[in-house]
């Protein structure tokens, strides 16, 4: 099943336009994005990224499964915050424990901020099970149109 780059994205974008289509796709440049509908989407909704690349006069299709920007965005900002008060804290320590002041404060936050982010990991792996239905849904649906 070989097609040429701009039939590829041709397809795409005549599939985005039809009325009983599961997904949401958009198009941009050689970009293609699914995205679940929002009647079925939820907090862990996966998206797959589509890159339609023509090598040597061969079109290759390269896709990633992750999850929606607004999602990564937030955690990477969640743990920009615990590791900036991790080294705080750590720092807080040191001073502390150098003018033999009371540490117990900064102590148990380096003990709680290490555990705030192996919950943040658990969290991820249990959305990522939650989403594997729909990845699965988005991988069929992306056959389909290969197929077409």
Known sequence: MEKEKEVLLDDFSKMKEKLANPFLIKVVDEHVFI?????????????????????????????????????????????????????????WAYVNSTLDKDNVLPIVMLIVLPLVWVLLYVLGSVGKDIGKK???????????????
Do not use: C, N, R
Not at 134 to 148: A, G, P, R, W
């Open 35 to 91: 995205d679940v509908i929002k009647e079925e989407s939820h907090f862990w909704s996966p998206q797959l990224h589509l890159e339609v690349i023509e090598e040597e006069g061969v079109t290759k299709l390269k896709g990633l499964f992750g999850p929606k920007p607004q999602v990564w965005t937030f955690f990477m900002f969640i743990h920009f915050i615990i590791a900036t008060a991790f080294v705080g804290f750590a720092v």
């Open 134 to 148: 729909q990845m699965k849904k988005m991988y069929d649906f992306m056959f389909q149109i290969l197929k077409s």
